[in-house]
């Protein structure tokens, strides 16, 4: 399966190691999604709603999995090189800051609507068909244009690190997503987001780990890059991403399924 144009512009995990990590990851995956659904595949509710299933600590690592997406990988650094270090605290900021949303807002909804499980389901009821179909639209564009920056990602990630052509695993993650999530529903789907989220939280504590240990810059360096130093572009990231994510995140229907299911 290794490319015959792969890029050698860096170390790479060879072919493998890196079909054993990611197939074997699936198979690991695809049996819990699978275990969770035959929990929730004959409990409607359990299966479309998994309202009042969660913990606040199976909640919480929800969230953040759901939130932690793409842009870890490729836009954080880019806003690194590009506003420096106050970037990167921008961004930080403004990715959980909106979060915080959910929390406020959440109990709102529950109180008033008891037994509504989805956001769309909320604009159906209050404000009726009209405004329930313009909803609808902009969250399948925004869910489109989400699912496109994911496997973008994944094609990416897989391009840099293996020697492997990305389309075959990548297109192999869909299914097994895929057939967990249609026989789990969204049960399934709140176990292997927090199992994920514990595993990316492994992965960031390594890589710290490596680059506090692996990495020596110069003061030179440092000064001569000069990416430490506070910029107005790193300012002005804190109001325009924190509004930003936060408005894009009201028609993130993962979050509204997650703030109905705690």
């Known amino acids: 399966m290794a490319s015959d144009d792969a890029s050698n512009g860096g170390p790479k995990v060879s072919s493998p190691a890196a079909n054993a990590l990611i197939y074997v990851t699936l198979i690991c995956f695809l049996a819990l999604g699978l275990v969770a659904g035959w929990r929730s595949h004959r409990n409607a509710d359990l299966f479309l709603k998994a309202i009042k ?42 990715a959980a800051a909106p979060l915080f949303v959910f ?27 009209p405004l329930h179909v313009l909803y609808s639209i902009i969250c399948t564009l925004f869910v489109g244009m989400y699912l496109v920056s994911e496997l973008t990602t994944i094609y990416s990630v897989f391009s840099l690190l293996t020697p492997l052509h ?15 999530t249609a026989f789990g529903g969204v049960f399934a789907s709140l176990l292997t987001d927090a199992i994920q989220c514990v ?3 492994v992965l960031i504590l390594v890589a710290a780990i490596v680059v506090g240990v692996s990495v020596r810059p110069s003061q030179a360096d440092i000064e001569r890059v000069g ?36």
């Open 103 to 129: 929390a406020l807002v959440g109990p709102m909804f529950r109180k008033h609507n008891s037994q509504q499980w989805s956001m769309t389901a909320f604009v159906m009821e209050r404000f009726g068909r």
């Open 227 to 262: 990416l430490v130093a506070p910029t107005k572009m790193g300012g002005e990231l804190f109001l325009i991403l924190t509004l930003a994510i936060a408005f894009s995140n009201m028609y993130h229907q993962g979050f509204w399924q997650r703030t109905f299911a705690s």
């Open 199 to 201: 595993l990316i939280f």
């Open 53 to 94: 299933s969660q913990t606040v600590w199976a909640l919480s690592l929800n969230f953040l999995a759901v939130n932690i997406g793409a842009g870890i990988f490729f836009t954080l650094p880019q806003v690194g090189t590009i506003a420096g270090i106050t970037g990167v605290f921008a961004y930080a900021f403004a």
């Open 166 to 180: 990305p389309l075959a695993p990548m297109i192999i993650i869909c299914v097994v997503t895929t057939i967990y």
